[in-house]
């Protein structure tokens, strides 16, 4: 469904992309993990295409969408649904109007229709009766939700999350984390997420990515990775001070 | 001296390249204002910041303005016995010059500046990049609204400041300085004609395009975290009020 062939991307002068392989199956959740500052969001900014990579493909449904421009690249945009780090709703519109956007954008479907369908995501998530409230008043689990009832709301058959529970105490975490499971099997997306809530994600996580010095150095299921052999897998998801991850 | 060569050529590369980018911003914009579909919605949201939220300030201006001028420029006038040519004076400050020019840089510094750090708080947080992910332009959404929306309302601001600045005329000269009525009025009919409007609201046409332009490309393109928004909206006033300043010197030599 998305594979990810040999990317490289470089910011002034500094490889952060050093040739990143992978591969993830229709209707899988992987979870994408790796050090801070390691280039992860950045991998997930090249499959919204935000950023165009050096070299490398990215082939989404069978079509390479490096160099793809205009009403093409859209229309892979419009299998997508995207929960950004900090949720990213518009400041200026209420939690309905944050969810009813993609649906008032790029369908043609009547307000009754598109109230039904907002009220019933923001109950999935938990939000029932906060339609009028605009982000600010909202708390950061709350505004995570709606991101999460925002993305979804056009049943996208992607979805990437962008460390969706980055800042959130441990009970908001395991909340979210399961909204992400529940609406996984609901809607059958494929996912990718960014995370580093080790050993949280394992409870999540189909198959499990590590990102390491620009490259992906290990891919397996939450218990092969656990069990990982690789040193730099071990110190990560043990957190330990003593070996080859330098930390800082 | 050849560090010296050299850091010329790398800042006058540098400009260019970042003269170029505004340029195509620009002409990107203007291609998306004849595209369908069109944001009305947005536009009349815009039209109402920029310009109905504008009013009070461009009122007080505007009267001010016109009161200081008549002040002045009735003493400069009496030295040479010329009082009666005070109305002339006053409209034609305020309508060729004054009315755009300070309209603009008003407008600049309440609602550009807004603009500016709007946009680039919505760059930083990511919520363009969450327009861009659902196959939505950023320029259709945020800046040609902007834009449309300066083009309609600087000339409208405009010329309700000149109108305010001309009765705040009267009131110094003809209330205050004793002038009457009748030669305040009957000499501006006389003196002020079509060219001189359409001067003015060519101005304002292209302040109001110069002041979204800018401060909409700071706003987008604005540096990372808090002290990168406050350092594009900055730089967007400053850049648009000089930009006002020099477009007014070129367009008055060409027209007049």
């Known amino acids: 469904m998305i594979k990810i062939v040999d990317l490289e991307k470089s910011f002034d002068g500094q490889r952060v992309l050093k040739g990143v392989d992978l591969q993830i199956s229709e209707k899988e959740l992987m979870v994408i993990i790796g050090e801070s500052g390691g280039g992860k969001s950045v991998l997930l900014k090249h499959l919204i295409g935000l950023v165009k990579p050096e070299r490398g493909k990215i082939i989404i449904e069978g079509v390479d969408i490096i160099g793809l421009r205009g009403k093409e690249i859209d229309s892979i945009k419009e299998k997508l649904g995207v929960v950004f780090q900090g949720g990213a709703l518009f400041d200026s519109l209420t939690v309905y109007e944050n969810v009813a956007f993609p649906l008032k954008e790029k369908t043609k479907l009547s307000k009754g229709m598109i109230d039904e369908r907002v009220l019933d995501a923001l109950e999935d998530v938990g939000l029932g009766g906060m339609e009028n409230k605009y982000p600010a008043e909202i708390s950061g689990g709350m505004k995570k939700r709606v991101a999460l009832a925002r993305a979804l709301i056009t049943e996208p058959k992607i979805v990437l999350f962008d460390e969706p529970t980055t800042g959130l105490d441990p009970i908001i975490l395991h909340h979210i984390h399961r909204l992400i499971t529940a609406t996984h099997k609901k809607y059958g997306f494929t996912g990718v997420m960014i995370s580093h809530e080790i050993p949280e994600i394992f409870e999540v996580a189909d198959r499990v990515a590590f990102l390491h010095d620009g490259a992906i150095v290990e891919v397996g299921t939450p218990e092969e990775i656990k069990n990982s052999s690789n040193p730099v897998v071990r110190q990560f998801i043990t957190g330990s001070l003593e070996g080859p991850i330098e930390a800082f | ?256």
Not at chain 2, 47 to 67: A, E, N, Q, Y
Request: proline share 3%.
């Open chain 2, 1 to 256: 001296m050849r560090n010296i060569v050299r850091t010329i050529g790398s800042w006058f590369l540098s400009t260019l390249r970042g003269m170029g980018h505004m340029f195509i911003f620009l002409m990107h914009s203007i291609y998306f204002i004849f595209i369908p579909p069109f944001k009305f919605n947005l536009l009349l949201k815009q039209i109402r910041f920029i310009g109905t939220k504008s009013m009070v300030v461009i009122l007080l201006m505007g009267s001010f303005t016109g009161m200081v001028l008549a002040l002045q420029i009735f003493h400069t006038l009496r030295k040479v016995g010329s009082e009666a040519m005070l109305g002339p004076a006053v409209a034609l400050s305020l309508i060729r010059e004054l009315g755009p020019v300070l309209c603009a840089l008003t407008i600049t510094g309440r609602a550009g500046s807004a603009l500016t750090a709007e946009i680039g708080i919505m760059r930083i947080t990511e919520q363009i990049d969450a327009l861009i992910s659902m196959a939505l332009n950023p320029i259709r959404y945020l800046i040609v609204p902007t834009i449309v929306a300066s083009i309609i309302v600087f000339p409208l601001l405009t010329a309700i400041f000149d109108v305010i600045g001309i009765y705040g005329g009267y009131f110094v000269g003809v209330k205050l300085l004793g002038l009457s009525s009748g030669t305040y009025f009957s000499q501006m009919e006389q003196f002020v004609d079509m060219l001189d409007i359409r001067i003015g609201i060519y101005k304002s046409v292209s302040f109001g395009l110069i002041v979204s332009w800018v401060c909409c490309y700071k706003g987008f393109y604005t540096g990372y975290g808090a002290e990168g928004v406050s350092k594009a909206t900055t730089e967007a006033v400053v850049m648009s009020s000089v930009m006002i300043l020099i477009w007014d010197y070129f367009l008055g030599s060409i027209l007049l």
